[in-house]
């Protein structure tokens, strides 16, 4: 079984700060993928970024990087230079690659851009 | 522009009284899933469309199902909502199952009466 434990329950950054919100995951399957979704208030899910279990770089997309670190089974999620309107629910999620699998979310950290 | 629709974005039901979501897509994905997510809460699958193959998940009560008639169009029935169905839902799509990304609607938030 899968498991996503997100922490922070909520995050505080002064806007044009970074801010790092830690994902830690458990998993017995050798092929993953991870996800991070940020959740605004209206309610919908934007995909943010993706690093896949055997993916040697860091992913990067614009002002997000995943701090990926196998061996401690973590994938942290840096947003740099942060935005008013970047305060939202951020969700850490998994998916095996192994069979027809859903992905498995954590229970999300509230980030507050504070300017 | 391609995207996942959810009607209504609020519903309001009463205890008991039968209530159906709809969502629909433009993106011609094969499979479509329905999230239940509740206040302050990781949004949890209750099951998912490969193109007409029904996949449920294990814990999902028998009060909730789905219908699939095209590629496009997927509703969610709860038969007898009680007051802890109250949430969020959310339908989702994706090519394939693998596929890298879901992208989410802007979900539909029930309230029990």
């Known amino acids: 079984a899968q498991k996503i434990t997100q922490t922070q329950p909520g995050m505080f950054v002064q806007e044009k700060e970074a801010v790092t919100l830690d994902c830690t995951y458990d998993t017995s399957d050798p092929s993953y993928g991870l996800f991070w979704y940020k959740q605004p208030s209206s309610g919908e899910m934007i995909f943010l970024i993706y690093q896949g279990s055997y993916d040697q770089q860091n992913a990067t997309e614009g002002r997000y990087s995943l701090n990926f670190q196998k061996a401690r089974k973590s994938a942290n999620l840096v947003i740099s230079a942060s935005q008013l309107g970047d305060s939202a629910m951020y969700f850490c999620?998994?998916?095996?690659?192994?069979?027809?699998?859903?992905?498995?979310f954590g229970k999300g950290t509230r980030l507050s851009v504070i300017a | 522009d391609a995207m996942v629709i959810q009607n209504p974005r609020y519903q309001v039901t009463q205890f008991g009284k039968p209530v159906t979501l709809s969502c629909s897509q433009t993106?011609?994905?094969?499979?479509m899933y329905w999230y239940q997510q509740k206040s302050s809460q990781a949004p949890k699958l209750l099951f998912h469309?490969?193109?007409?193959?029904?996949?449920n998940e294990a814990d999902t009560p028998d009060n909730f199902q789905s219908r699939r008639p095209n590629t496009s169009f997927c509703f969610l029935d709860i038969r007898s909502p009680g007051l802890g169905d109250a949430a969020m839902y959310l339908c989702?799509?994706?090519?394939?199952?693998?596929?890298?990304?879901?992208?989410f609607g802007p979900g539909t938030r029930l309230t029990v009466l």
């Open positions: 993106l011609n994905h094969n499979v």
């Open positions: 469309y490969y193109d007409k193959d029904f996949n």
């Open positions: 999620a998994m998916r095996s690659n192994s069979g027809n699998t859903p992905l498995v």
């Open positions: 989702a799509t994706s090519r394939v199952l693998a596929d890298n990304e879901q992208f």
